[in-house]
């Protein structure tokens, strides 16, 4: 049986919650291995809007294990009023159909304040973080410093734990002007939240590794995109998290020989959100249609996304880092009315062609995007549920995406409606 992961190939926002719900119907296990409620994925089912954020979007199908694993920096509180907001739309979440990985750790609202902290700073500190005190929490748990799940279930460890992280919390406030934490009041609303978290809690590893034994079908649901990984994203303007996909693996306890299909999910032009780099980044007309049409606001913070053309470059290089064996090209649409469409083929770095993003900061700011121009098409490709009904230019543009960034298409989307979705290749089938 083959299990696929599915992770972002730019800089998030490609439409990976379209993607893995659709794909779910496939699958009996949806797991999260990384990020947190900075994520912000949309379903569009029969006109029904649904927003995920730290829950796998497979719980909304119902009859699914979801699963958040160890890889994933968890909010309690944000957590429980996700599912109360997703409870009130209908879905069913009982301890049978969620999962919560023992050791995952917590995003206390210390890291929250921090984060936002820092960002209020000045320029140079800011990165455009989504503020939900991810960064922060990464770093306890790197730190051995952070409260786990399993912390919860004794007030002893529980109050330990707290102590611990506090030692340094308070330090690090005392330099940025916050008040100390209030330490019995932060283990008191820990303690409200704890049974409700810990009735989802599992060995998560465990359960994993007897659904592979048993042949069932694991998807696992990537949040950001390849750009933003903290290793190969355009540092230090990143997430704090592994996103590409051997993350898979760790972020919840398998071996990597547990993946037998990655899925790049790949947006038909490229969008980022927050501070950063962005070679083929347009500031005209163009950029300004393609975030109106792709209705390009985030998910999470509402804020506006940069927008710009598809940038072949980049992607040829996060399909090499995540060992992508197919693409889900998506908002094919968005594109649907350009008389004439651009793609970033390769860098200008000083009069040097790079076939690759380099990795200093000062080198990346230089280099200018080389394009190619492709003719556009004036049908509408909205909606389309196969090869047949895209025009002929759509379908140009589609070939010539797959080989430049040397990877074929699995699947395509064409709107934000589930069923809206052309199967190329399954992944599943592989
Ligand atoms: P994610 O974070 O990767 O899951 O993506 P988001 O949900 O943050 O952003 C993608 C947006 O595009 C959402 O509003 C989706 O409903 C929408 N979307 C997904 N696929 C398509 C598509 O093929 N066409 C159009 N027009 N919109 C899409
Ligand atoms: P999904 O899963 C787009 C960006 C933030 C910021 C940087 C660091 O919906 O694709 P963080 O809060 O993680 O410390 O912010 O990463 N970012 C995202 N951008 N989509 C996301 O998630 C993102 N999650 C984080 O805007 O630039
Ligand atoms: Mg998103």
């Known amino acids: 049986m083959a299990n696929v992961v599915v992770v972002g190939a730019q800089w998030g926002d490609e439409g990976k919650g379209k993607i893995v719900d659709w794909l779910s ?36 199908r119902g009859g699914k294990l979801s699963v958040i694993g160890n890889g994933v920096v968890l909010d309690p509180w944000h957590l429980i009023s996700e599912i109360e907001t997703l409870r009130g739309q209908g879905v069913v979440i009982t301890p049978e159909t969620l999962m919560i990985a023992e ?21 140079v500190a800011k990165i455009g973080t989504t503020g939900r005190g991810i960064g922060p929490a990464y770093e306890d748990k790197v730190g051995r410093r952070v409260v786990r799940v399993a912390d919860l279930a004794d007030a002893a460890t529980l109050e330990l734990r707290v102590d611990r992280a506090l030692i340094h919390h308070d330090a690090l406030r005392r330099g940025l002007g916050l008040p100390p934490v209030d330490r019995d ?27 592979r034994k048993a042949g069932k079908r694991i998807l696992f649901e990537g949040a950001q995109g390849a750009l933003l990984d903290i290793d190969f994203g355009t540092y230090p303007f990143v997430t704090s998290s592994n996103v ?20 790049g999910i790949v947006k038909a032009y490229t969008t980022r959100v927050g501070e950063g780099p962005f070679p083929t980044e347009l ?4 950029g300004q249609r393609l975030g109106e049409r792709g209705h390009e606001f985030g998910t999470t913070t509402g804020r506006k996304r940069r927008c710009g053309w598809f940038d072949a470059c980049l992607v040829r290089q996060t399909c090499a880092t995540s060992g992508v064996n197919g693409i889900s090209l998506t908002k094919l649409d968005v594109l649907d009315g350009f008389e004439t469409l651009k793609i970033c083929v390769g860098y200008d770095l000083d009069g040097k062609v790079l076939d690759y993003l380099p990795t200093a900061a000062d080198q990346q700011a230089r280099c200018k995007p080389i394009y190619e121009e492709m003719p556009g098409w004036s049908e509408s490709t909205e909606g389309a549920r196969s090869w047949a009904e895209l025009p002929a230019n759509a379908i140009k543009y589609v070939r010539r995406v797959e080989e430049l960034i040397d990877c074929p298409v699995a699947l395509l989307s064409t709107s934000p409606e589930r069923e809206d979705t052309i199967l190329v290749r399954d992944p599943f089938a592989d």
Do not use: C
């Open 25 to 60: 119907e496939r699958a009996d296990v949806i797991a999260r291995f990384q990020g947190g409620h900075n994520a912000g994925h949309t379903l569009v089912i029969d006109g029904t809007v649904y927003k995920l954020h730290a829950l796998p979007s497979g719980v909304v």
């Open 103 to 123: 050791n995952t750790p917590l995003i206390l609202p210390i890291h929250g304040e921090l984060d936002r902290a820092r960002e209020a700073q000045n320029s």
């Open 185 to 211: 009041a932060l283990i008191s609303n820990l303690r409200d939240v704890a049974d409700e978290i810990l009735q989802y809690a599992a060995p998560v590893w465990k359960v994993m590794t007897e659904a």
């Open 244 to 263: 590409i996909a051997g993350q898979a693996a760790t972020g919840v306890g398998l071996g990597p020989g547990a993946i037998d299909f990655v899925l």
């Open 283 to 286: 500031l005209d007309d163009d």
